[in-house]
C-alpha cells in the first residue's frame, strides 16, 4: 500500500489464534480504505521483478492527488449496521445446534456490528492537494458466561483507524506524497466458565510514508522512505489457570464437580519496526535496432528489529496435578495453590502438586533485507514483445542470496488485441519468517512445576527438548511457476485461457526427530516441505454494457480447475505434548496423532459470475456475486461410540474419508443514489450474503489440535449502509 508492505514479519501464519506463547494480530499490519485508492493491481502470475517476498501473488494499491476543483473539499460520511435478527443460521447435527444455542467464545451467534467512517480530500493550491479518512467498528457479542452470575457476559471488539496523504506537484518534472496511517484494534474477551478471566488485546499500528518522484536525463527516478511501528500486547487479570475441586465454602463460585480460576494464558507484548527505503529508475523508452526497450531498474533495503516478551511466569494447572491433603496436613498460610474444604469428590482438603509454567522471558531479534532488479520491457514489432528481468534478494536470517529469473513472452499475430497469446517462466522466493526462530527460543521458557507436598519447595524441569522444535539451517521457500495464456475478443466479449503451474519448493516443515542416543524424540524445522499446482482458468467478460429494456449488464464470468497438492504440515503447527502421542485411527491407519498427513483442501472446480444491473431511469445499481465450489473429500471425526475402532482395549479417536459437499452462495448488493442537492447526495445501500440461504459446509480444519468437524456457514444474512457524498 503506497510502497509499504502490509505484511506483519513475526509470525505472519500463526496470527488468528491466542495462546501460552502468540498473540491474535492478524496478518496484516494495517487497514486500508478503499474509497480513496486510485489504483489497484492484482497479480496473480508473471509478476514483474520489481515485486519480491511472495510465493504466490501481490496486490498493489495506490492512492493519487485528488483531481478537483482549487478550494473545493469532498468527500463522504458511511454508517453500515447488521445484528443477530438479521441473519439466519442453519445446522447439519443435533451437535452443532447445541453449541450455538449456549453462546461461547468459540461457538458465538449473536453479535451487534456497526461502522461509522469518512474520508475528505481536495485540491487546496495548484501544487498542494490532500486527503485524509477515518473509521471507527464495533462488535459487541454477547457469550454464556458458564455461571448462574451473572449468565451472559459482552465479548467487545472496536477497531478505530484513521490517516492523511499530502501530496506535492511544484512542477511537472516533481511530484511527491507523504503521508500516516494509524490503526487501534482491541478485544475484550473472557474464558467460559472461568472466574477473574478477563482479559483484552490490543494492536496499535502507525506507517510513516513518503514518496518522491523526479525526471533526471535518461528518466524518472522515484524514491520511497517509509516507517511501520506495529506494538500488541494482551492484558490479563491474572497470569494462571486453575482446576479445583468443588469445596463448599471456599471452590464454589460454580455448580460443578470441577471449577476453573484464571485468564490462562497471560500477559505478552510483542512489537515490529521496519524501515525502509527504495529506489526505482524508470528508463526512458529507446531503441536498439528494430527493437524499443523499456527499462527499469532498482534496490531496495529494509530493517526490522522484532520483540516479544512474557511479562510474568504464567501457571497451568488441572485437574490432574490435584492432590489430597490428608487429615493430618494443614496448608501454610501463605499458599494459594492449595484449600483445606471438604471437596466434592470425598478429599479432606486439596493442593496444587505440579502443572506447566511459562516463564517470563524477553526476546529480541532483527532481519536486515536487501534487493536489486533490472527488468527490460521489449517491443520487437508489432507483434512480438518480451519482458525479461531477474532479481537478487539477500536476508540476514538464512544469509542467502536468492536469484531470481523472470520472463514473459507476448505475440499478437494480428497486430491488434484481436488474438494475445503468451508465456512466462518465472521464481518466486518468499519471506523468511521470524516465526520459526520466535518459536525455538520461546520452547526454551517452558517448564513443568512439581512438589512432593504442600510444604515442599517447587521443583522446575526444563521440558523444552520435546515440547518444541529447533531450526536447522533454513533456506528461503520459493516457487518455480510456468504459464501459458491466451486472449481473444469476440464481438463485444473478452475471453481469457491461462494454464499456471507452479512447484513449491525448501517450504518450512516441522518434523519429529529421535536422536541415535535414545534420548526423546523432539520436533525440527527444516526445509523438507514441497507442493506443486496446477491451474487452469477461463475468464468472460463483455467490454460495454448489454442493453435490455431500459438496463444495462456488464458480465464477469470465471471458471478454475485446479489440482494442489502439499507434503507438509506448516511451522505454525501448534503441538499439544499430551495429544501428540496419542494413537488414532486415520483411514484406516492407527498411527499417532502427529503422523497425521498435512491436509489438502483440494476443490478441483470452481466458477465465479459478477452481474451488475444499471438502470437508465433510475438512480438504482444492482451487483449480483455467485460462486460455486465444488466437493472434496477432507477427514472428519467420528462423533458415534460403535464407529471408532478398538485398539488394545482403547477406543481411539477415528477420523474417516467424508465428501464435504459443493458450495454455492450468492451474495447480492443494491444500492440507491439520492440527488439532494447539487452537492450532497445520499446513497443508500443494502447487502444481502447467502441469498438463497443455501446450506453450506466446511471443516475446522486438521492441521491444528481441534477435532475435525462438519459445520455449516452463516446463512442469509443483511446488511444495511447510508453514505452522505458531498
Request: aromatic share 12%; net charge negative; proline share 3%.
Amino acid at each position: 500500500m503506497n510502497g509499504v508492505s502490509n505484511n506483519l514479519l513475526i509470525n505472519p501464519a500463526n496470527s488468528n489464534i491466542n495462546t501460552f506463547q502468540d498473540i491474535g494480530t492478524g496478518a496484516q499490519a494495517m487497514a486500508v480504505n478503499t474509497d480513496l485508492l486510485c489504483e489497484l493491481e492484482v497479480l496473480d502470475s508473471n509478476v514483474s521483478a520489481a515485486y519480491g517476498q511472495f510465493t504466490g501473488g501481490v496486490v498493489n494499491a495506490k492512492t493519487c492527488a485528488p483531481q478537483t476543483e482549487i478550494g473545493k473539499i469532498h468527500g463522504s460520511i458511511t454508517y453500515d449496521y447488521t445484528e443477530i435478527d438479521w441473519a439466519r443460521y442453519n445446522s447439519i447435527s443435533p451437535l452443532e445446534e447445541s453449541k450455538f444455542e449456549e453462546p461461547t467464545d468459540d461457538y458465538q451467534k449473536e453479535y451487534t456490528k456497526q461502522g461509522l467512517s469518512t474520508n475528505i480530500y481536495g485540491k487546496l493550491s495548484n501544487d498542494w492537494s490532500f486527503n485524509a479518512y477515518a473509521s471507527q467498528r464495533e462488535s459487541i457479542i454477547p457469550v454464556k458466561s458458564g455461571f448462574e452470575t451473572p449468565k451472559t457476559i459482552d465479548q467487545e471488539r472496536h477497531i478505530s483507524n484513521l490517516g492523511a496523504t499530502l501530496f506535492y506537484t511544484p512542477n511537472a518534472s516533481t511530484k511527491a506524497k507523504f503521508g500516516f496511517d494509524y490503526g487501534l484494534l482491541d478485544s475484550l474477551s473472557y474464558v467460559d466458565s472461568n472466574r477473574d478471566s478477563g482479559s483484552t488485546t490490543e494492536t496499535e499500528t502507525l506507517t510513516l510514508f513518503s514518496e518522491l518522484e523526479h525526471r533526471f536525463n535518461l528518466g524518472t527516478l522515484v524514491h520511497k522512505l517509509n516507517f511501520q511501528n506495529s506494538a500488541t500486547q494482551r492484558v490479563a487479570d491474572n497470569n494462571y489457570s486453575m482446576h479445583w475441586y468443588y469445596a463448599k465454602g471456599s471452590k464454589d463460585w460454580n455448580n460443578t464437580d470441577v471449577v476453573r480460576e484464571g485468564a490462562i494464558m497471560g500477559e505478552i507484548e510483542q512489537r515490529q519496526d521496519v524501515l525502509s527505503y527504495d529506489l526505482q529508475a524508470n528508463i526512458d523508452p529507446f531503441k536498439l535496432g528494430q527493437s524499443q526497450h523499456n527499462m527499469t531498474i532498482g534496490t531496495g533495503y529494509s530493517h526490522a528489529n522484532v520483540a516479544w516478551k512474557r511479562v510474568e511466569d504464567v501457571l497451568l494447572a488441572t485437574k490432574i496435578n490435584l492432590k489430597e491433603l490428608g487429615k493430618d496436613t494443614t496448608c501454610l498460610q501463605s499458599d494459594p495453590y492449595c484449600d483445606e474444604k471438604l471437596t466434592i469428590n470425598g478429599w479432606n482438603g486439596q493442593y496444587i502438586a505440579g502443572g506447566t509454567l511459562y516463564k517470563a522471558g524477553d526476546i529480541k531479534a532483527q532481519q536486515d533485507r536487501l534487493n536489486i532488479f533490472i527488468e527490460d520491457n521489449i517491443q520487437w514489432n508489432d507483434q512480438f514483445s518480451t519482458r525479461l528481468g531477474v532479481r537478487a534478494d539477500y536476508d540476514s536470517l538464512s544469509s542467502n542470496i536468492n536469484i531470481s529469473p523472470r520472463s514473459r513472452l507476448s505475440y499478437k499475430p494480428f497486430s491488434n488485441d484481436q488474438l494475445h497469446l503468451s508465456a512466462g517462466w518465472n521464481r518466486y522466493y518468499g519471506q523468511q519468517t521470524l516465526g520459526t526462530e520466535l518459536n525455538e527460543i520461546q520452547n526454551d521458557l517452558l517448564y513443568k512445576l512439581s512438589r512432593e507436598n504442600p510444604h515442599a519447595t517447587w521443583v522446575e524441569t526444563q521440558t523444552a527438548l520435546s515440547s518444541g522444535a529447533r531450526s536447522s539451517a533454513l533456506n528461503t521457500p520459493f516457487s518455480d511457476e510456468t504459464v501459458l495464456g491466451l486472449n481473444t475478443q469476440i464481438q463485444n466479449w473478452d475471453l481469457g485461457l491461462k494454464w499456471v503451474n507452479r512447484k513449491y519448493q525448501d517450504e518450512i516443515s516441522k518434523t519429529k526427530a529421535t536422536p541415535f542416543d535414545g534420548s526423546k524424540f523432539f520436533y525440527e524445522y527444516n526445509n523438507d516441505g514441497s507442493g506443486k499446482a496446477d491451474i487452469y482458468t477461463l475468464t468472460l467478460k463483455n467490454r460495454q454494457p448489454i442493453a435490455l429494456g431500459d438496463s444495462q449488464h456488464l458480465f464477469a464470468l470465471g471458471f478454475d480447475y485446479s489440482e494442489v497438492f502439499r507434503s507438509y504440515i506448516d511451522y505454525t503447527s501448534a503441538y499439544d505434548q499430551a495429544i501428540q502421542d496419542e494413537w488414532v485411527s486415520y483411514d484406516g491407519q492407527i498411527i499417532r496423532w502427529s503422523d497425521r498427513p498435512a491436509p489438502n483442501f483440494n476443490q478441483p472446480w470452481t466458477a465465479r459470475v459478477n452481474w451488475d444491473i444499471t438502470f437508465d431511469t433510475l438512480p438504482v445499481r444492482i451487483s449480483n456475486f455467485f460462486s460455486y465450489k465444488d466437493s472434496y473429500d477432507d477427514m472428519v471425526a467420528v462423533s458415534d461410540k460403535n464407529d471408532k475402532v478398538e485398539y488394545e482395549g482403547e477406543l481411539l479417536d477415528t477420523y474417516l474419508a467424508s465428501e464435504i459437499k459443493p458450495k454455492f452462495t450468492w451474495d447480492m448488493r443494491t444500492t440507491y443514489d439520492w440527488e439532494i442537492s447539487k452537492d450532497l447526495r445520499a446513497i443508500f445501500g443494502l447487502t444481502i450474503n447467502n441469498v438463497t440461504n443455501r446450506v453450506n459446509t466446511y471443516t475446522t480444519g486438521s492441521t491444528s489440535n481441534d477435532r475435525p468437524r462438519v459445520m455449516t456457514e452463516i446463512g442469509r444474512q443483511f446488511i444495511a449502509d447510508v453514505t452522505f457524498k458531498f
